[in-house]
């Protein structure tokens, strides 16, 4: 534990993937006091708020809201609407050369969970939001880039008390900004993540058991691949 | 109607008060598609969201989202948790100046609200985000502030597929920005809002009656005072 940030609160956004899963067990180990916010907004794949409290509990957070918000009210993604998860996509296809932005992006989700983990953090006194986005292996959102996160900073410092008042300034932590999913998994590994209890896929069957198919599965075996492990989640089903 | 934007989306964020009636006007003048957005956010005075309903119906507006999101998850408000709604202050203890940011702010909402506003826009393929916040009779709340209104308008374009495709840009409309209380009346009268049907007390009673002694009623009543006019709202009630 840091003496520098010990007792100190932040926020971490987890959905129960891999890739927050890594983000929080970093946060708990620069000794911040974590308090962990999910959300089930009509996602098609909302098993991962249930793989969310396994993470949140095994961590040992301080906290963990799961806030609900219906995001079928607008649709306009896979993830929210009847629109079909596109399934067998090699990387080129993925990649953000490939073709654009997928249709499992969801309009402006990461800044409506950034907005509400500004909310929680300026209630809790926390000045630190951790959010697992990643720009390299980052499936072509707009929302997951260098330049959005500074932005919301910035926005998040003038949209607050930090903003008028002369109290500590908000910092937004993207830690997982510049890495591969093979080096997420490598340092979540070491930080003693379970990834088996995380799950990834967008269009799970039943049990939860993941397609296999849908870029995340695919960006997801990529990582373990890379590192040459075993995926545990995969491991575990047998 | 204006030739130049006919036919072009917009959403609107729509309360119920006097501001957004009156910025829904303006953009209803302006000839844009109107789409008007709301929330139940675990608020004290919901019953502004029926006088939102209202206020939508009789300005024809293509559509009327309702959202539901308990932000009394957090708390941390007057609006939002068991902390007293402040009455009988003056102007000049509501003021910018006389007591800092006062406890009927509501953590981040603005934030949220237009993160949902502009989720809705980019699924219906709007470019413009009109929202009723005013700088001088603000009330001291951070985001409220012209700073913040640019802010986020940045954010919106790296957000959003504006910020990676070839589309329009996102316009964050804030049409009352430097408007008095009464200007802004006066401005609605001249488009033909019905106030009467408008509610922004903090803390209404029995069938929705306003308690004239929150900051917002007081602002409200300077504001009709200043124009000259009897508060429709407080006449129908006798």
């Known amino acids: 534990m840091s003496p520098k940030t010990m007792d100190k609160k932040a926020v971490i956004l987890l959905s129960g993937g891999l890739d927050s899963a890594t983000v929080l067990a970093m946060a ?7 308090h962990a916010l999910s959300f089930r907004y009509g996602q098609r794949h909302a098993i991962e708020v249930a793989a969310a409290r396994k993470v949140a509990q095994s961590h040992g957070v301080s906290a963990h809201v799961e806030m609900e ?17 596109p399934k067998g996509r ?5 990649s953000v050369e490939g073709g654009g932005i997928p249709v499992t992006y969801v309009p402006a989700r990461n800044t409506i969970f ?26 072509g959102y707009p929302d997951c880039r260098p330049d959005y996160i500074a932005a919301f900073e910035k926005l998040a410092n003038l949209a607050t008390k ?12 993207a830690p997982l900004i510049d890495l591969t999913k093979a080096e997420i998994i490598a340092k979540g590994m070491a930080l003693g993540v379970d990834y088996g ?11 939860g058991r993941p397609c296999g198919a849908c870029d995340s599965c695919v960006l997801r075996a990529k990582g373990f691949d890379e590192v040459g492990c075993v995926d545990p989640a995969l491991a575990q089903l047998g």
């Open 90 to 94: 090699d990387m080129a296809a993925i």
């Open 28 to 34: 708990c180990a620069q000794g911040y006091a974590c």
């Open 162 to 173: 930090s903003g008028v008042e002369d109290v500590e300034k908000m910092t937004l932590h």
């Open 69 to 85: 918000i219906d995001l079928r009210a607008f649709g306009g993604s896979a993830l929210t609407d009847d629109i079909e998860v």
């Open 114 to 139: 950034l907005s509400f983990a500004l909310a929680y953090a300026e209630t809790i006194g926390a000045h630190d939001i951790f959010i697992g986005v990643n720009a390299l292996d980052y499936s």
């Open 197 to 207: 209890i995380t799950t990834s896929c967008y269009d799970p069957g039943e049990g």
